[in-house]
Each structure stands twice: as structure tokens, then as C-alpha cells.
């Protein structure tokens, strides 16, 4: 077997999981050569009770921030490109012309109920949270769907930095990151998910079933630490 593939095996519910971590390691320190940190949707609309109109619980959104913050300092420290993407529309109509939000659109009981008023124009949910934006950090605004590259230019951002790994961060595991995975995977980046860095509204069995897929297919997960450590080989 390949020392690179992102190999899985069967798990005692069934589920795929990721060989080792060491498998991720070794991935990223033989490909990662020119890697960048991409957040997807770390702004008040998701992570800041007082405004969000999709919100994580508030201890968990917390909790992601604490280590995110953290984790983009120590990153930006070693001069790797950060790039932050945010999910804005210009009115309900672009977001409701998505037949699936439509229908989740002020439904009783979905999380996506409030689906229809999420980051609209210049709400303060479309603001990045406090410490996730510094310095040289790069901003890519207006994302209108799950997959980051669609109707934005990260594409054209990461080409022009002549990144060829992708490190993503942020939310949902199950929507917004695993979308972007698999877009980033089929334009043939490396695809690396910090555990550390992503989480969902829609509770533990659709973030760890995101990333069991993610694994299983389409990229490596990988801790913090270890993305650290081998940052200084770089």
C-alpha cells in the first residue's frame, strides 16, 4: 500500500477510518511543499450567539474558537498564506434559489430554518469572529454556497501563491468543509482537514460521518500538532 494513499478500514461500527496518523504525517510532509490555511465561514453568523442566524451551540463554538485562534497564530508565525473565506449574499433571493434551502427555509425543527437571513448584505453575521484576521491574512468574501471555490476567486488566490496543499479549517464539517474537500481534491490539491479546526451545527454523527468521508476519499485528517511540526521541515 501506498505510504501516500489516504487509506481506510473497516471500523467496529462499519465505518471507514483513517489508517493511522501517522499516514496523514507522512502525507503532509511529502506534499505539502507549498501549503495554505483555508477558514471557511468563521463569522458571527455561525459562532457569535448574539447574532448568528445558524449557530453552533455556544460551548462549542467557543471551544473551536479557543483552538483555532491559537492554531492561526502559530501558522501566520511561519509565514504560511492564510486565506479566509466568507459567506455573504446580496438578498434572500440567492440564497432561496437553492431548491434544498428553499424547502429548509423557516421549517419547524430544521437547523437551517433561519437558512433564508443568513449573512445577508452587511449584517454583522458576515463579519469574521475577533482574532481570526491578521495582518498579511487574505480575504475571499461573497461565497454563496457550500463549495468554497464556486462563484469566488480562491481558486485564482491559491494558483497565484502557487499553493499545491490545502489545510481547512472552519464550518460545517458536514456542508461547507467537506464540500470544499471534495472540490479542492478534483482540482488535484492536497487536501488536509485539521481535527483541531472544523466542527458543525448539526451535532457529533454528521461531523464525524463528514469526516470519515473526507478520510475515506478525498484527503487526510490531521491534528494541529502535527501540522506544526512538520511546518518547520518546511
Same mark, same amino acid.
Given at each position: 500500500?501506498s505510504?501516500?494513499a489516504?487509506?481506510?478500514?473497516p +471500523?467496529g461500527?462499519?465505518?471507514?477510518v483513517?489508517e493511522t496518523?501517522?499516514?496523514a $504525517?507522512?502525507?503532509?510532509?511529502?506534499?505539502?511543499?507549498?501549503?495554505a490555511?483555508v477558514?471557511?465561514d %468563521?463569522?458571527?453568523g455561525?459562532?457569535?450567539?448574539?447574532?448568528a442566524?445558524?449557530p453552533?451551540?455556544?460551548e462549542?463554538?467557543?471551544?473551536l474558537?479557543?483552538?483555532?485562534?491559537r492554531f492561526?497564530?502559530?501558522?501566520?508565525?511561519?509565514?504560511?498564506?492564510i486565506i479566509?473565506?466568507?459567506t455573504a449574499?446580496?438578498?434572500?433571493r440567492?440564497i432561496?434559489?437553492?431548491?434544498?434551502?428553499?424547502?429548509q427555509?423557516?421549517?419547524a425543527g430544521?437547523?437551517r430554518?433561519?437558512?433564508?437571513?443568513?449573512?445577508?448584505?452587511?449584517?454583522?453575521?458576515?463579519e469574521l469572529?475577533? +482574532?481570526?484576521?491578521?495582518?498579511?491574512d487574505?480575504?475571499?468574501?461573497g461565497?454563496?454556497r457550500?463549495?468554497?471555490?464556486?462563484g469566488?476567486?480562491?481558486g485564482?488566490?491559491?494558483?497565484?501563491?502557487?499553493?499545491?496543499?490545502?489545510? %481547512?479549517?472552519? $464550518?460545517?464539517t458536514?456542508?461547507?468543509?467537506i464540500?470544499?474537500?471534495?472540490?479542492?481534491s478534483v482540482?488535484?490539491?492536497? $487536501?488536509? $482537514?485539521?481535527?483541531?479546526?472544523v466542527q458543525?451545527?448539526g451535532?457529533q454523527s %454528521?461531523?464525524?460521518?463528514a469526516r470519515?468521508?473526507?478520510?475515506?476519499?478525498?484527503?487526510?485528517?490531521?491534528h494541529?500538532?502535527?501540522?506544526?511540526?512538520?511546518?518547520h521541515?518546511l
Amino acid at each position: 500500500m501506498s505510504k501516500l494513499a489516504p487509506a481506510v478500514k473497516p +471500523g467496529g461500527t462499519g465505518q471507514a477510518v483513517q489508517e493511522t496518523e501517522a499516514e496523514a $504525517v507522512e502525507a503532509f510532509r511529502v506534499l505539502a511543499t507549498h501549503p495554505a490555511v483555508v477558514t471557511i465561514d %468563521l463569522h458571527r453568523g455561525h459562532l457569535d450567539p448574539s447574532v448568528a442566524t445558524l449557530p453552533l451551540p455556544a460551548e462549542v463554538a467557543a471551544a473551536l474558537m479557543s483552538r483555532t485562534v491559537r492554531f492561526l497564530d502559530d501558522v501566520r508565525d511561519r509565514g504560511i498564506p492564510i486565506i479566509h473565506v466568507v459567506t455573504a449574499y446580496r438578498d434572500r433571493r440567492e440564497i432561496i434559489a437553492n431548491p434544498y434551502w428553499r424547502f429548509q427555509s423557516g421549517r419547524a425543527g430544521s437547523i437551517r430554518s433561519g437558512i433564508a437571513d443568513h449573512n445577508l448584505g452587511t449584517t454583522h453575521g458576515v463579519e469574521l469572529m475577533p +482574532g481570526i484576521r491578521k495582518g498579511p491574512d487574505l480575504l475571499v468574501h461573497g461565497k454563496k454556497r457550500y463549495d468554497c471555490f464556486l462563484g469566488t476567486d480562491l481558486g485564482f488566490t491559491l494558483r497565484s501563491h502557487e499553493v499545491n496543499a490545502v489545510l %481547512l479549517l472552519g $464550518v460545517n464539517t458536514n456542508s461547507c468543509v467537506i464540500a470544499t474537500a471534495i472540490s479542492a481534491s478534483v482540482r488535484d490539491y492536497a $487536501v488536509f $482537514v485539521v481535527e483541531e479546526g472544523v466542527q458543525t451545527m448539526g451535532g457529533q454523527s %454528521l461531523h464525524d460521518a463528514a469526516r470519515q468521508v473526507i478520510a475515506g476519499s478525498f484527503g487526510w485528517l490531521i491534528h494541529a500538532a502535527d501540522v506544526l511540526q512538520g511546518l518547520h521541515k518546511l
